[in-house]
């Protein structure tokens, strides 16, 4: 089928009237979603810190292992919510038509990857406040700097919104969307500086480690969190924001592949 897509640029109007629909599906069923927005992750975060956190007495760079493992986890569950939204529910809304539909309206294929993104990071944003209200109470966020823990969900959420959509534009089916999260999601959340530094780990997988684009993140949050920001946490940054600069011209393009015959 053709579309005749009009591309007078980007219009906000667009993007959020998707990222509203993606709202209000929510809503409805928001006693279920929550469960995984905030409820699993608390449950890991508590399991972790006061499990592990009393084998662990000391950890590099941090107080107690409880206030070191915090940011990860929180940055890992973003980072699980922003692929789910822009693979696995892309890629049902592929299915059933739903882009295709929206196509027959003004609206670009930019535009329906934006407003999926955004919502992915409305999706990352929701959970990182939940669980770090909770370990605030906790005791495990005490730093004010901790607020900033905001910046890095927002930017795991674009980057993995990006991501996420590499797969849903090309998957067959939605089995091979399970190799979104055991080869590069669960990977990414245990060797990503989330429960151990980084520097453990042999010389010839830390370089790997920090290509993976949650080490940035981790690291970013983890700067917040602690009050111990340098240049290293610029510099993760400026590498998030170049991946992503890559990552959603990609995903525009193949989701264009897909969609437009």
């Given at each position: 089928m053709n579309f005749a897509i009009p591309n007078p640029g980007i219009r906000r109007r667009s993007v959020t009237g998707l990222w509203l629909r993606h709202a209000v599906s929510f809503v409805r069923y928001w006693k279920i979603v929550l469960t995984w927005v905030l409820i699993e992750p608390v449950i890991i975060l508590v399991a972790v810190g006061f499990g592990v956190g009393k084998l662990v007495e000391e950890v590099e760079g941090a107080p107690s292992y409880a206030e070191f493992v915090t940011p990860g986890l929180i940055m890992g569950n973003a980072m699980f919510h922003?692929?789910?939204?822009?693979?696995?529910?892309?890629?049902?809304?592929?299915?059933?038509?739903?882009?295709?539909?929206?196509?027959?309206?003004?609206?670009?294929?930019?535009?329906?990857?934006?407003?999926?993104?955004?919502?992915?990071?409305?999706?990352?944003?929701?959970?990182v406040v939940g669980t770090a209200i909770v370990a605030f109470l906790f005791g495990w966020?005490?730093?004010?700097?901790?607020?900033?823990?905001?910046?890095?969900?927002?930017?795991?959420?674009?980057?993995?919104?990006?991501?996420?959509?590499?797969?849903?534009?090309?998957?067959?089916?939605?089995?091979?969307?399970?190799?979104?999260?055991?080869?590069?999601?669960?990977?990414?959340?245990?060797?990503?500086?989330?429960?151990?530094?980084?520097?453990?780990?042999?010389?010839?997988?830390?370089?790997?480690?920090?290509?993976?684009?949650?080490?940035?993140?981790?690291?970013?949050?983890?700067?917040?969190?602690?009050?111990?920001?340098?240049?290293?946490?610029?510099?993760?940054?400026?590498?998030?924001?170049?991946?992503?600069?890559?990552?959603?011209?990609a995903a525009i393009v193949l989701l264009r592949r897909r969609l437009i015959k």
């Open positions: 922003a692929l789910f939204e822009t693979s696995w529910n892309a890629y049902n809304r592929i299915d059933n038509d739903v882009y295709e539909t929206a196509l027959t309206t003004p609206i670009t294929i930019t535009e329906i990857t934006m407003g999926d993104i955004l919502w992915a990071v409305t999706r990352s944003v929701m959970t966020l005490n730093h004010w700097e901790a607020v900033g823990i905001l910046i890095p969900a927002v930017m795991v959420g674009i980057t993995f919104g990006a991501l996420g959509f590499l797969f849903s534009a090309v998957a067959p089916h939605t089995t091979f969307l399970t190799l979104v999260f055991t080869l590069v999601a669960s990977p990414m959340f245990f060797f990503s500086g989330s429960f151990f530094p980084i520097s453990i780990l042999p010389d010839w997988v830390e370089p790997v480690a920090w290509v993976m684009p949650l080490t940035s993140a981790v690291h970013i949050a983890r700067g917040f969190a602690l009050g111990s920001l340098d240049i290293t946490h610029l510099w993760a940054g400026l590498y998030m924001v170049a991946l992503t600069a890559v990552l959603w011209p």
